[in-house]
Each structure stands twice: as structure tokens, then as C-alpha cells.
């Protein structure tokens, strides 16, 4: 399975941003597609994750209400709604894919690149 990333942009603080992440087939229910951020000089942070099966989410304290996490079994997407953006989301996001839901993400998509300005 391959994950594409899409959906990066620039935009002012308070926009949106709607990132997507394909995936190539049709996963197991196990599946768990997360989104993680690497800003510049600082490590990588996980930001969201979906259950495929379930639709179960977990989300990061720092975007919670703001950030929103969706599947579309059908269209094979994984989604991440950003709303009220603000300078600190500036990152570059990648999606990573774990086939059977435990901590090894054994897929990850190229990332796209999301910068805010103030």
C-alpha cells in the first residue's frame, strides 16, 4: 500500500486547510492512517490518527477543536480539516499508515508542505 499526501499551502493565520492522504488499495480494518508535522529545528509530532475501521480518532492536545480527522472508505482518503489556523501549525505534514494498528507505521506519504503567516 502507498500513501500520496496533497492539500499543503499558504495561507494567513485564522484560514483553513484541507490536507489528503490517498490511499493506493482498499486496507485491512486494522488499518490506521495518522497524521504527523515536522516544523523547522524540531522533531516530528504526531497531530491525528484515524481507525479505518472503526472511525475511531485520536487527536494531539495542541490541535483539538481545531483540527478534524476523517475516512473515506469508498474514495480510499484519509482527511485532515485544519481550521483557525495559526503561525505554530506551519509544518511540514506527512500521513503515515500503520497496516495493523500498533506502532510501526510502515507506510508514510511524501509530505506537503502547510505555512502560516501572522
Known amino acids: 500500500v502507498q500513501l500520496q499526501a496533497s492539500g499543503g499551502g499558504s495561507v494567513q493565520a485564522g484560514a483553513s486547510l484541507r490536507l489528503s492522504c490517498k490511499v493506493s488499495?482498499?486496507?485491512?480494518?486494522?488499518?490506521?492512517v495518522s497524521w504527523f508535522r515536522q516544523a523547522p529545528g524540531k522533531e516530528r509530532e504526531f497531530v491525528s490518527s484515524?481507525?479505518?475501521?472503526?472511525?475511531?480518532?485520536s487527536y494531539a492536545d495542541f490541535v483539538k477543536g481545531r483540527f478534524t480527522i476523517s475516512r473515506d472508505k469508498d474514495n480510499l482518503t484519509a482527511d485532515l480539516q485544519m481550521n483557525n489556523l495559526n503561525s505554530e501549525d506551519t509544518a511540514v505534514y506527512f500521513c503515515?499508515?500503520?497496516?495493523?494498528?500498533?506502532?510501526?507505521?510502515?507506510?508514510w506519504g511524501q509530505g506537503t508542505e502547510v505555512t502560516v503567516s501572522s
Open positions: 503515515a499508515a500503520s497496516t495493523w494498528g500498533d506502532d510501526n507505521y510502515d507506510q
Open positions: 488499495r482498499r486496507p485491512y480494518s486494522t488499518y490506521v
Open positions: 484515524i481507525k479505518w475501521g472503526s472511525g475511531t480518532t
